[in-house]
């Protein structure tokens, strides 16, 4: 009973178990998809509002205000009369342009406000669309984050000639100070304005968040609620939503969703995300960072979803699975207890039967079965077992029989074997063996048992011991077959491993780091990638990928350089390893080129153009092979993020270099400047493209 009770305990903690760890990969999933989902819809917000503005991707009729050079040409142009605006002094600023300019974007609700800030940070201009979204950005209580409340100036100002930031997109809160308003929560852009050469000042460019928060809660029938330290806001504090999660009226949830958040910061933190199940509510609650652009313990995005049906169920299913399991449970415990009771009572009869068996009473009476009893009960099974021990003296007279006639036809194979190896030898050999024959023959000559089994171990020993030579001259055989194939082997390693690092791998050496002063990584992605595959299929795609990628390998052979991996449509080349190499950035830049021209020449496939990045980078790494299954020779170190980042951030059929490389290959190939480019994790970047 307490086994069967412990196995129950078992199950039912296994069952607890499963279900959280299925709780906790649903949650996981779904912060996931929830996090890309609302990447997707807060970047084409983004698109469609604030980045209508900017400098490099906006629309051509919003871009006149940022053109410099207009100063001295025409004093009212949009651009001239901003500089003039964050030139002049705090009493000469006059801000009508800037209310005509952007006038139909904020009367349409394109963006909710634009901000100026002159040289010192200290703002020059504020203009409001008046959605009523939280507090108005302009209003004297306003405190928008990426405003100092110390000194009331732009956090990010730059006095003097100091380096221009470029365009900067953020997501930022603007909270009220000393009213009872709603704080908002709006997409940024941040424009440096520059005049010879030198920042002057900063506009800011923001739009309200909360369509879309409408758009996300409608796409996924979901509710959501931003959330900054213990402050939440959800769309029904702008205004009255549409409840698309149909979850009624959430307010005490939402007002201690914040605090909720802040005790799991630790958590939050570490896997980028949060959630839980609210049983009592039929809710699951998600939160994932706000945007790329904020950090995950500042301000988030908290997803609510409808669960109540599907809680409801399951609650439901469980209460009939436990009734069910019970019901079960009792009837074969009770049957189990029952039948045991009834079944022991035969096993004290077989204990007597098996004491008169010891004393030599072959005739005893053994147990019989009874009602309920089978052939697979303990009772029957040891009955069975009786009758087989009181017939074991009569089976060993009949099984010592069987084993003299098994061992004489045993023995006559070996010596018929043995006759017919010594038809095959000639001299000594054939002498010896057949001076063995008739010595097996003398020894198998008795009818002892004992005497017989004896000898016939001695004939299986002779037999061998003759049979060894040819034993010898297989494994010989065998040994050289294992010798060609280590050679096969190191020809391998050779083509997996460069040769100075397939030497050392040989001699045991268990980690291979080796650190490189300079050297040259290349990264190639194919364009469009997906959509070719689609148009290839599988067979043709994978054909197509080692055309290039073989074209690519002869081209790296020709130059001398050490191709380390290719990973999909991604195709990685250094050069300067595992041997120093002073020409590294010429003839990694050489290999872009081939690459590129080689594409380039490639006709469509399936109706698309094959296109390719490719970032190059030069600087210090770590090359080696670690681990001791599917190894390979890899690279380690900034030099290597930095090749990948110039490729990610590349453009289609464009190779893609860094400075430090741009410096290396001036002198030998052409390069045009890119400018300042946000690298991610590396922030501002001067980059150049290569021609080919």
Not at 642 to 659: C, D, F, Q, Y
Request: aromatic share 8%; proline share 2%.
């Amino acid at each position: 009973m307490i086994g069967n009770a412990a196995i129950a305990l078992i199950f039912y903690i296994s069952s607890v178990y499963q279900s959280q760890e299925q709780q906790s990969y649903a949650i996981a999933n779904s912060a996931n998809i929830y996090q890309q989902a609302w990447r997707t819809v807060l970047n084409d917000s983004y698109s469609s509002s604030v980045g209508l503005f900017h400098p490099q991707t906006g629309d051509e009729m919003n871009l006149a205000i940022w053109e410099s050079g207009q100063e001295a040409d025409n004093t009212d142009h949009p651009n001239a009369q901003l500089n003039a605006l964050l030139k002049a002094g705090p009493n000469q600023k006059s801000t009508g342009f800037l209310d005509e300019y952007f006038a139909e974007a904020l009367e349409w609700g394109d963006i909710s406000f634009v901000m100026a800030f002159d040289e010192a940070g200290y703002r020059a201009y504020c203009g409001t669309a008046f959605e009523g979204y939280g507090i108005d950005p302009c209003d004297e209580q306003a405190q928008p984050e990426f405003v100092s409340q110390a000194t009331d100036r732009y956090r990010d100002s730059k006095s003097g000639s100091g380096l221009s930031l470029g365009t900067k997109r953020g997501v930022a809160a603007i909270l009220a100070t000393a009213t009872d308003e709603t704080l908002g929560f709006y997409h940024t852009m941040a424009v440096d304005v520059m005049s010879d050469q030198k920042k002057i000042g900063t506009v800011v460019i923001g739009k309200n968040l909360a369509d879309a928060i409408e758009i996300f809660e409608y796409e996924f029938l979901v509710k959501a609620v931003l959330n900054r330290d213990e402050i939440a806001v959800e769309l029904n504090d702008y205004y009255p939503a549409d409840d698309y999660a149909e979850l009624g009226k959430l307010t005490s949830f939402v007002s201690n969703v914040g605090t909720t958040i802040s005790d799991e910061q630790d958590e939050l933190v570490r896997d980028g995300f949060w959630g839980y199940q609210d049983s009592d509510l039929g809710v699951s609650v998600i939160a994932v960072p706000l945007s790329d652009f904020s950090k995950v313990d500042e301000s988030r995005l908290v997803v609510v979803k409808n669960e109540r049906e599907a809680m409801a169920k399951a609650a439901e299913a469980d209460f009939y699975a436990t009734l069910i399991f019970l019901a079960v449970y009792t009837l074969i415990l009770g049957a189990v207890i029952a039948i045991t009771s009834y079944s022991f009572g035969g096993i004290t009869k077989a204990i007597e039967v098996l004491a008169s068996l010891t004393r030599g009473e072959l005739d005893v009476q053994m147990p019989r079965r009874t009602f309920l009893s089978s052939a697979k009960d303990e009772v029957s099974r040891l009955t069975e077992s009786l009758e087989t021990y009181r017939g074991h003296l009569k089976e060993i007279a009949r099984t010592r029989a069987e084993q003299s006639e098994k061992r004489k036809q045993r023995d006559d194979v070996i010596i018929n074997k043995m006759s017919s190896l010594s038809n095959q030898l000639d001299g000594d050999a054939r002498a010896l063996l057949e001076s063995d024959i008739e010595k097996i023959k003398t020894m198998t000559d008795t009818q002892d048992f004992e005497k017989a089994e004896q000898a016939s171990t001695e004939i299986m020993k002779i037999a061998i011991t003759r049979m060894s030579d040819e034993v010898v001259a297989l494994i010989e055989a065998r040994t050289g077959e294992i010798q060609s194939a280590l050679k096969r082997n190191e020809e391998l390693l050779l083509n997996i491993l460069p040769e100075s690092i397939a030497a050392r791998k040989l001699a045991n050496e268990k980690v291979i780091a080796d650190s490189h002063e300079c050297c040259s990584v290349l990264f190639g992605d194919i364009v469009g990638f997906t959509p070719l595959s689609k148009a290839l299929g599988p067979e043709k795609l994978v054909e197509f990928l080692n055309q290039i990628f073989t074209a690519f390998d002869d081209y790296s052979e020709e130059l001398g350089l050490e191709k380390i991996k290719t990973i999909g449509d991604n195709y990685m080349v250094a050069c300067g390893v595992p041997n120093a190499d002073p020409d590294h950035a010429l003839k990694i830049a050489e290999m872009g080129c081939r690459m590129m021209n080689y594409m380039q020449a490639l006709k469509p496939l399936g109706g698309v153009q094959p296109m390719m990045r490719i970032g190059i980078h030069s600087g210090p790494l770590v090359a080696g092979v670690i681990g001791k299954k599917k190894f390979i020779y890899d690279l380690w170190g900034d030099a290597v993020n930095t090749a990948a980042r110039m490729e990610s951030h590349g453009l289609p059929n464009k190779i893609h270099v860094s400075a430090e490389t741009a410096a290396l290959i001036e002198n030998d190939f052409n390069l045009t400047k890119r400018g300042l480019i946000d690298i991610k994790g590396k922030g501002q970047m001067e980059t150049y493209l290569l021609s080919a």
